[in-house]
């Protein structure tokens, strides 16, 4: 009775350095493709409380420049992502950039995630009002990155769409659903969230 109580301890004791084991290794990468410190920072630590993970900054690069399809004038997010992986980056990444971005059969996309190669981007060009012929708004810009960032790494974590307007994992179409939805997930989309890690 004792020994298999015994065993029980030593088990749980074991699964349990496992698990934060494997805990540890998951961890969020910020790769910026623009220079852009104040969004930097503030997405590191947002980022790290809304996921409950560690988030390292990495060294600036540039965007690669064939991804630039002229007669658009707007890059292929696509491209980018499959140049960017070529230099084989560990944990879940999320490159930042600030050009228009574009996929084969949309007029643009705010980001694009590639949930097999733990990789997104997300482009800050469309966030800002300015864009928008509006006056510049600096909260509203930095909280419609951490919006776009958060969905893009949701993917990342096994996520799809979410039909409540509310949820961070709600399609954005327009930067008018963006400014409608929250930076964090459903509790329906938390649970699945819970249940993938
Ligand atoms: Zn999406
Ligand atoms: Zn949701």
């Known amino acids: 009775m004792q020994t298999s109580f015994i065993k029980t301890i030593f088990i749980i004791f074991i699964s349990l350095i496992f698990s934060m084991e494997v805990f540890a290794k998951d961890k969020i990468y910020i790769l910026p493709l623009v220079k852009q410190e104040d969004v930097i920072v503030y997405l ?10 560690e988030v390292e900054v990495l060294e600036n690069i540039e965007i690669p420049l064939y991804s630039y ?32 971005l574009y ?3 949309l007029n643009f996309v705010f980001g694009e995630a590639s949930f097999l190669n733990k990789i997104c981007i997300i482009s800050l060009t469309r966030l800002r009002q300015e864009y928008y012929g509006l006056p510049k708004n600096n909260n509203l810009f930095l909280e419609r990155t951490l919006k776009e960032a958060v969905h ?6 096994g996520l799809g769409h979410c039909s409540n307007p509310k949820c961070v994992m709600y399609f954005s179409n327009s930067i008018l659903d963006t400014d409608k939805k929250d930076f964090n997930f459903c509790i329906l989309c938390k649970k699945k969230l819970k249940n993938v890690n």
């Open 44 to 53: 590191k630590n947002n980022l790290s409380k809304i996921f409950s993970l």
């Open 69 to 100: 399809n002229p007669r658009r004038k707007q890059y292929n997010s696509t491209l980018v992502l499959k140049e960017l992986l070529k230099d084989k980056f560990k944990g879940y990444t999320l490159a930042i950039c600030d050009v228009d």
């Open 103 to 105: 996929a084969e059969g």
């Open 152 to 157: 893009e790494l949701g993917h990342l974590f």
